[in-house]
């Protein structure tokens, strides 16, 4: 037996391919439209994810300069449509964004599961241990 989706906006409440036909439509669209493609996953993706739009985004990305908000840098890491976006920081428990970073913070922070605590005791143990190195990666 044919399975069809729903489609509310049909007279029946179905789409009018079967769900396996429907997928080769799709697949074949997707193929022709890539930028399209692009765009509506950005969207639903920073909507469904973070719970905000585009404009959103680029309004964050304008008030921090087009930076990290940890390290003040570009994103320098690429993906397959060039240089990543910086990636969205949010609150793990509340869901709240909290700013843009590069990759690197991003995993990072992630590292040190957001525990400020954590976080302290490997800054100060930076502060307390860093010694100058040579060129050649040795310490001096």
Known sequence: MLAFRKDPRSG?????????????IQQKWRRAHPKQV???SRKTHLSRH??????EYDALMASQGGVCAI??????????WGVKRLS???DHTTGRVRGLLCSACNRGLGQFQDNL?????AASYLANNTQVMNE?????
Do not use: F, S
């Open 71 to 80: 390290c003040g840098r570009t994103e320098t890491q690429v993906n397959q």
């Open 38 to 40: 692009k765009v509506q």
């Open 50 to 55: 973070y719970g905000i739009t585009v404009d």
């Open 136 to 140: 050649g990666g040795t310490h001096k």
């Open 12 to 24: 029946d409440g179905l789409q009018c391919y079967c769900a396996g036909c429907m997928n080769v």
């Open 117 to 121: 605590t954590r976080l302290v005791r």
């Open 88 to 90: 969205v920081d949010h």
